[in-house]
Nanobody, 123 residues
Framework: QLRLTESGGGMVQVGESLRLSCTTS????????VGWFRQSPGKEREWVAT????????YYADSAKGRFTISRDHAMNTVYLQMSALKPEDTAVYYC????????????????WGQGTLVTVSS
């Protein structure tokens, strides 16, 4: 399993935007489907979005549709999560994870996680 590093979190006001990054030094990352997940205080970690290895297929949780955009840059070996119109309920630690074959996160071995990046949305 790849060791991934998340960054880009911070404290923003309601309605503002943030872009999160997920990267690794492992060049096989470009052949992996990558997903973003988040965990709010007192809640279980939940899936947010997934992008396939090519960047052509993207999937979103209902909470993210219309506000979040997942993308990737193979040259930078990075996957991004552009978050707009942020709400207080988006406050969470955001994590990324990946899988070499499946875009279905339920198929993934979600046991190893990075440190995540904290997003705080204040009203």
């Amino acid at each position: 399993q790849l060791r991934l590093t998340e960054s880009g979190g911070g404290m923003v006001q309601v309605g503002e935007s943030l872009r999160l990054s997920c990267t690794t030094s492992d060049r096989t990352f470009r052949r992996h489907a990558v997903g973003w997940f988040r965990q709010s205080p007192g809640k279980e970690r939940e899936w947010v979005a997934t992008i396939d290895w090519s960047g052509d297929s993207k999937y979103y949780a209902d909470s993210a549709k219309g506000r979040f955009t997942i993308s990737r840059d193979h040259a930078m070996n990075t996957v991004y999560l552009q978050m707009s119109a942020l709400k207080p309920e988006d406050t969470a630690v955001y994590y990324c994870n990946s899988h070499q074959h499946s875009t279905r996160y339920t198929d993934w071995d979600l046991k190893v996680w990075g440190q995540g990046t904290l997003v705080t949305v204040s009203s």
